[in-house]
């Protein structure tokens, strides 16, 4: 079988995407780009193959010979080298999030379409057992007609901050917005109905202390209430809440299905489905419970997030080598998942006015947004620099800072923040 040559930029998020092609038959990788050497050097030391060049300058990288290239670097910034990458020849697999302002969103459709190259993004919550077999019963009409549906990504990453932020005040995690990391919960839900965004309705939490505590700037958690374009709603929640939850809920016109509950000792690898054939005429029907049997499930195990980063490179790769059933999520699904959010943060700082979300599938309504560089980094917004927080951006005190870089370092020479690193996203300062 032809092996797709691979390249990734990132190489401690990066480490799942190069176990897969370290495995798989069908990739290989060929080059890592990472400008922080330290990390690099680990990387290098670690896979001890011959056959990968390593890179700290990501123009140099780009020109190396290979078919495509995986951006796990920071969130923020993976939109400007995945149009570098698609305009050097490149297929594009993005990490989360697409983009972090409506400028690169024009830019970045743009450049898929007109070098006619793959773009997937990595979106791998997609692809967990329950909501990716509840796209399947979806799409084979099992629940009818999509009206309302639940999502949720609460992750209290306090305990682990200091290994995903290494103690940096401009780190993308300390700086953004309650609403920007959306795509964990909202993106299965768009994935399950196939169904685009039409407007959005923001809120954010204001309960703080644990975000203070660690240098993040944000609001403890964000609140996307989405219209979809047939008219259903979906409640989207995501961010620091004390206890962990992912979950996920779709409510159509002939009935219900949801993954389990962590505390009701099962989760994403289980399904709950309580539908029948009626439309307006309430018929009871038993909930069907079962974990859904996996495609590769052998393959997966050993990958992160449930064994959904398997899944989402293995797609891409598929897609490269001509599959056409294989389920990658393109540039305009990528968007209709993650525009909501910034969408939602500009409905919180509006006082929680209902906002339209363009569609950008559509070139007419494009030229609006090719010049909107409001985002909460100063590097790119220039003067349409939002706050951190609805309340302002807060004054957090440098020790904190220190506190979380010592806190970093001692867990890197000890390699336990190793982990961490990888399951997250990017290496450092890339």
């Known amino acids: 079988m032809k092996k797709v040559r691979i390249g990734v930029m990132g190489a401690y998020r990066g480490t799942s995407m190069i176990n897969y092609c370290e495995q798989a038959s069908n990739a290989q990788v060929v080059a890592i780009c990472d400008k922080w050497v330290e990390g690099l050097e680990r990387q290098k030391a670690a896979l001890n193959d011959p056959n990968i060049t390593y890179y700290t300058d990501f123009e140099d990288f780009i020109l190396h010979d290979m078919d495509a290239v995986v951006l796990a670097n920071y969130a923020t910034e993976h939109a400007p080298f995945a149009i570098k990458a698609l ?36 979106e791998n919550y997609c692809y967990m057992p329950a909501p990716y077999e509840m ?28 290994s995903i932020t290494y103690g940096e005040e401009d780190h993308w995690r300390n700086n953004m917005f309650s609403t920007f990391y959306c795509t964990h919960s909202l993106g299965p839900l768009i ?6 965004p039409v407007s959005v309705i923001g809120m954010e939490g204001t309960k703080v202390e644990r975000k203070r505590r660690t240098g993040s700037k944000s609001g403890s958690f964000g609140i996307e209430m989405v219209t979809l374009e047939n008219g259903g709603i979906i409640k989207s929640i995501h961010g ?71 899944y989402s490179m293995y797609n891409f790769v598929q897609k490269i080598l001509g599959d056409a059933s294989a389920d990658t999520i393109d540039v305009y699904e990528a968007l209709d998942m993650s525009l909501p959010g910034l969408f939602a943060y500009r409905s919180i700082l509006a006082g929680g006015v209902s906002m339209a979300i363009p569609n950008l599938h559509n070139k007419e309504e494009r030229e609006k947004w090719r010049g909107d560089t409001a985002c909460t980094d100063p590097k790119v917004a220039g003067d349409a620099l939002l706050p951190t927080f609805s309340l302002g951006t807060p004054e957090i005190d440098p020790r904190v800072y220190d506190r979380m870089y010592a806190l970093w370092r001692k ?11 990888a399951m997250t996203q990017g290496g450092k300062k890339e």
Not at 282 to 303: G, W
Request: aromatic share 14%; with cysteine; proline share 2%.
């Open 240 to 310: 620091g809440l004390y206890k962990n939850s992912v979950w996920y809920a779709v409510y159509g016109s002939y009935g219900r299905m949801e993954s389990g509950r962590e505390d009701a000792g099962s989760g994403v690898d289980r399904i709950y489905v309580n539908a029948d054939a009626y439309s307006g005429e309430y018929v009871h029907h038993d909930v069907i419970a079962y974990k859904p049997a996996e495609k590769n499930a052998e393959e997966s195990a050993a990958f992160g997030h449930g064994g959904s980063d398997y």
């Open 411 to 421: 867990d890197f020479e000890s390699d336990k923040g190793y982990t961490q690193m």
């Open 191 to 196: 994935h399950i109905t196939g169904l685009r």
């Open 135 to 162: 796209r399947r019963l979806y799409r084979a009409g099992k629940i009818g007609e999509f009206e309302y549906g639940e999502c949720e990504y609460i992750h209290n990453c306090e305990s682990i901050w200091p």
């Open 87 to 122: 305009k050097a020849g490149k297929h594009v697999f993005s990490e989360v999030l697409p983009v972090q302002t409506l400028q690169e969103a024009v830019e970045l459709i743009e450049t898929v379409e007109s070098t006619g190259l793959i773009y997937a993004y990595g």
